[in-house]
Each structure stands twice: as C-alpha cells, then as structure tokens.
C-alpha cells in the first residue's frame, strides 16, 4: 500500500499516523539488533517504516528493505538517492524492491564523497538532484511506487550559513524547490529534524502558502543520546533552542538523565504539533527504538499492555526461510 493512501485513510478516520526510520548497519552484530528493533516494532503497527540508503552498501539497504516487507510484514518505504549513480543502478533497485511488494520510495540527491560537489559525480542523463529522481521515477514507473521527498523547515544544510541560519532568499529558493519536486510527482513530504517546533510550523504554513497541498509530515529525533544528538545538529546544521542547549550541557554526562531529557523534550515537541492539527509523526531512531516508543506511550499513542503482533517471530523466519 502506498503512504500517501495509509496516511488519508487514517486521517479520514481522524487517526495519528506514527512511523519509523532505520539505518543499514555497519557490522554483523549491528545486523542482528536491528533486526531484533524490527520484530519489536511490528508489535506496535507503525504506519510505515523506512530504511535509510548508503550507496556504499546499497545491496544491504536492498535487503532490509526486501527483509521489512516480507519477513516483517512492515509497509516499507526506501530512500534512494542519485548521485554518483546512473538512470540504469537506480532501474534495477527500484525493480528489485518493487518485485517484493514496495512501493513507496523517498527520492534524494544523496551526499557526495567528502571534497566534491554534487555536481562533479552526477550520474548520466542528468540525474543529479532529487527532483531529477522524482521526475524519472514517475516517468519511468509511473503510479507503480508513492514518493516521498524531504523538507527542510531551516533550508537546505547546503544553504545554511556559519551563523546557523539561511539568507531569506535561499530559504524562499529552497521551498519553491520543494514546491517542483511536488509538481513533478511527489505524494508526501517528510521534513528533516529541528527542535524548535515553532521553525516546523512555519515551514509548513509557508509550504501552504506557495500553493504545496501534500501532507508534510514532521521528522522527530529523539535525544537518547548527547554525543549522537550533537553529531546529527552538526551535520544537519539543526538550530539548536538555548533552553535546549543548555538542559543538556548540565546532565551531558549522565546518560539517564540524558535519555530522560530526550523523552521529556519529544515529547512536548509532538504536543505541540499534533495540537496544531498535524496528524502525524515520523520518528528517526538511529536504530534504537526504544525513547520513540516512551515518546508515542506518553502521548497515548501505543499502550505496551496492548500492544499486538500479526505474527510470532519463529513463524515469521519460517515464512522468510521457505
């Protein structure tokens, strides 16, 4: 089933949508967590969940994603990204995924290799940023997969300036970007973390403003971790809040009170946007789901008394091992 359907449904039925996003893992043992992650969640029926993509490792990002749909029974979306790909890589995987039952992509540029730009390893035929994705997919596939892109509710990192902020003018280039890559296909748009709640809502009544229609969905980063958390500010260049800021300098090292931060925070974050009438919750967890789910029990969302699973694991890798 496509995203955009389960989340209209569960709208019409004036119901939250909550999902899941993982990453593929580095190591054997890394392998085996998360695939122990995955059997915990199917207990609590995410709408979706997706695996991240990392083209030095694509076949393993093809295999989880295979692994999500089939073994798991979990609708799946998977990322893709284009640079330093080709129309041809991008064809077989999305092939792949769709011969076992995926149907929903979420379409970027991707990174480039530390000390070029993403334009120096382009793939052929110009596929060199997403909305060059999302137009070939819908060419090429036509309604066989939703599409999902990401928002940028501070503007794209690229854009984001020492300061920590971007020009008016990128920020308004950056949303009529958006804007296109809906024009040209795209069903949903997943924004990329923040924690100032206030920037999100803006971006999404900015976003509506310029004439973009399609849910967007709030990307939510669980603080479980300080040196995690400031790896992903950094790289994201995420404006950090000052109270924010400074309730974690003062527990940095203690990771109790750290996790317990993290939930507390999430929490009062997702308050606020489902209290703005947004009926839905994408929740990035770094492959350790477990500050999510406090999240989603606080707010009444999951009750772990309660929680079901479609299948028993040992039925479940039977039916992936026959």
């Given at each position: ?22 990453m593929?893992?580095r190591?054997p043992?890394?392998m ?5 992650s ?7 029926q995410?709408s ?5 993509w ?5 076949e ?5 994603a ?11 979306m998977?990322?893709l990204?284009c ?9 077989s995987?999305?092939d792949f ?9 979420l ?6 290799p530390e ?14 940023c ?23 509710p ?7 300036q020492a300061?920590?902020s971007?020009t ?13 890559k ?8 997943i ?7 206030d ?16 849910p967007i969905?709030?990307?939510?980063l ?10 992903m ?12 800021r400074?309730?974690?300098q ?30 839905a919750?994408h ?7 477990k ?11 999951v ?7 479609p ?9 992936e091992?026959?």
């Amino acid at each position: 089933m496509k995203i955009i359907d389960r989340v209209k449904e569960a709208w019409s039925e004036d119901k939250i949508v909550y999902s899941f996003e993982f990453m593929p893992p580095r190591t054997p043992k890394g392998m085996k967590l998360l695939l122990d992650s995955l059997d915990r969640i199917v207990m609590f029926q995410p709408s979706f969940c997706d695996i991240t993509w990392r083209a030095s490792s694509s076949e393993m990002t093809l295999e989880i994603a295979r692994k999500m749909k089939t073994m798991f029974g979990l609708e799946t979306m998977m990322h893709l990204t284009c640079v330093g790909s080709t129309p041809e890589r991008i064809d077989s995987a999305l092939d792949f995924v769709r011969s076992h039952g995926v149907e929903n992509i979420l379409a970027l540029r991707g990174d480039p290799p530390e000390g070029e730009e993403a334009l120096d390893v382009a793939g052929s035929d110009d596929l060199s940023c997403a909305l060059d994705l999302v137009s070939h997919i819908r060419e090429t596939y036509g309604s066989s997969f939703g599409i999902v892109v990401a928002g940028y509710p501070e503007a794209h990192p690229d854009v984001i300036q020492a300061d920590g902020s971007a020009t008016e003018e990128d920020y308004q280039k950056d949303l009529a970007y958006l804007k296109k890559k809906v024009d040209a296909g795209a069903d949903l748009i997943i924004s990329q973390l923040f924690y100032d709640t206030d920037i999100f809502l803006k971006f999404v009544n900015d976003c509506r403003q310029i004439g973009i229609t399609c849910p967007i969905v709030p990307g939510i980063l669980p603080i479980n971790d300080y040196r995690k958390f400031l790896r992903m500010t950094t790289l994201c260049r995420t404006k950090v809040p000052a109270d924010v800021r400074d309730a974690l300098q003062s527990i940095k090292d203690d990771p109790v009170a750290v996790r317990k931060y993290g939930i507390h925070l999430g929490t009062e974050m997702c308050k606020k946007i489902l209290a703005h009438g947004i009926k839905a919750l994408h929740l990035y967890t770094l492959n350790s789901e477990k500050t999510a789910i406090e999240i989603l029990k606080n707010l009444g969302l999951v009750d772990v008394s309660k929680v079901a699973r479609p299948l028993p694991p040992s039925a479940q890798c039977k039916q992936e091992e026959g």
